[in-house]
Nanobody, 125 residues
């Protein structure tokens, strides 16, 4: 059973940056590197929104939405960790950010099997 734990959230002023981490445990034999990993976010009263994903076995990535030009996704295979770097943050980026892992890179939440509990990101002055 793969378990995902997000970290790195917090409060930041508009224009600031944050790097979120998604660290996996429980994947046998280093297989976490074969999983596609995505970041989603959900603001109060809104649907869960795709932010970014990185493929398993490759470093191909996809970003979408309003963060697409201000964010980057990467992974450290040795640390079983995927990062979401977010820059020039805006108040509308305030949300709970979730990471998820699955067999293929997709923008739909249903494509991911494992989910973390989420980390809160608050952007305000």
């Amino acid at each position: 059973q793969v378990q995902l734990v997000e970290s790195g959230g917090g409060s930041v002023q508009p224009g600031g940056s944050l790097r979120l981490s998604c660290t996996a445990s429980g994947a046998p034999g280093g297989t976490f590197s074969t999983y596609a990993v995505a970041w989603f976010r959900q603001a109060p009263g809104k649907e869960r929104e795709f932010v970014a994903a990185i493929g398993g076995r490759t470093t191909l990535s996809k970003l979408a939405g309003s963060l697409a030009e201000r964010a980057g996704i990467s992974r450290d295979i040795a640390k079983n960790t995927v990062y979401l770097q977010m820059n020039a943050l805006k108040p509308e980026d305030t949300a709970v950010y979730f990471c998820a892992a699955g067999s293929r890179r997709t923008m739909g939440p249903s494509g991911y099997i494992y989910w973390g509990q989420g980390t809160q990101v608050t952007v305000s002055s």
